[in-house]
């Protein structure tokens, strides 16, 4: 690529050349410089992308935990249902024989089941 520029007296050929070659090496500094710049683009975009699913599954991990915990509340209620259930009935029928007694505790605890499942 030549430029064309008019020569002052004072200026020799060898310095307009070295001008020249200097501007080209300016020009491919820019290009460099906007390939750079165009790659970090990608790279912001990518991590950008990266935070937003980060932040997606975040959500889904904390939605699940409060389904967790909710299940092991409602767990706890009918477990403790049952034994106190099972307890209850049991003291009643502490006096009849042993077979009474197993089956009224078998009927106590589904009994304290179905009320802890209730609560």
Do not use: W
């Not at 990518?46 to 975040?58: Q, W």
Request: with cysteine.
């Amino acid at each position: 690529m030549s430029i064309f520029i008019r020569k002052p007296n004072n200026i020799t050929l060898e310095e307009i050349k070295k001008i020249e070659t200097e501007i080209e090496e300016l020009n491919e500094c820019f290009k460099t410089l906007n390939s750079l710049v165009e790659e970090q683009g990608e790279q912001i975009q990518t991590i950008e992308d990266s935070i937003h699913e980060s932040k997606e599954t975040v959500q889904i991990a904390s939605d699940e935990l409060e389904k967790a915990s909710q299940y092991q509340k409602s767990n706890n209620k009918l477990i403790v249902g049952a034994v106190v259930g099972g307890l209850i009935s049991g003291a009643l029928t502490y006096g009849l024989s042993l077979t009474y007694t197993l089956g009224s505790l078998a009927c106590g605890s589904l009994l304290g089941t179905y009320v802890g499942s209730k609560c």
